[in-house]
């Protein structure tokens, strides 16, 4: 067990039974009263944010997590297999670790995924990737005008919106946070 002057932001937690990410952690001293560090954490499965005073002596628990490259090979039903890049062990990890940016997750990209006692906790994919457009619409002769946006699906079958010059078999760069087009790639 470590104390409480011993948390960092970032460190992971075992909080009231939960796994808990530390974003912000600052020691507060007021006026006439004892020191205390005020705590901001997110709940790691839930993402719920919850705040806590620790005292100074106050004990915590750090979980140990083991933060590694991984490559991503395919998709196994609700999971996705992945191989350690160092040692090729390969791990089924659940695609809801990943959210909503996996619809733009390909086979081959790399993925940074932690553990936690041989317990997927994070996964992370990189915040852009480079995507062929498999369908869209051509674009209607005259319709210049600025900002024209239309839907593209891209060979992971998500679909985005795109501006209309990009055509089919075109590489674009898409933002997979926010899940939108930033520019085309030059082939």
Do not use: C, W
């Amino acid at each position: 067990m470590a104390k409480a002057s011993d948390v960092k932001n970032g460190n992971i937690l075992r909080f009231n039974g939960e796994l808990v990410q530390v974003e912000e952690f600052i020691h507060r001293t007021p006026g006439n009263l004892r020191a205390f560090y005020q705590a901001r954490m997110r709940n790691v499965k839930t993402g719920k944010l919850v705040e806590y005073r620790f005292r100074t002596d106050e004990e915590v628990d750090i979980a140990r997590v083991e933060t590694n490259d991984y490559q991503y090979l395919y998709e196994d039903g609700d999971s996705l297999v992945i191989m350690d890049n160092t040692s090729y062990d390969q791990h089924n990890v659940p695609k809801a670790l990943f959210g909503p940016a996996v619809k733009f997750l390909k086979e081959g990209m790399n993925v940074i995924v932690a553990f936690e006692s041989d317990e997927p906790i994070m996964g992370q994919i990189p915040n852009s990737a480079e995507l062929e457009i498999t369908y869209t619409e051509p674009a209607v002769k005259g319709d210049t005008s600025s900002g024209a946006l239309k839907m593209a699906t891209v060979e992971t079958g998500a679909e985005i919106r795109v501006p209309l010059f990009i055509n089919i078999g075109d590489k674009v760069k898409v933002d997979t946070a926010t899940g939108s087009y930033v520019e085309r790639v030059k082939a």
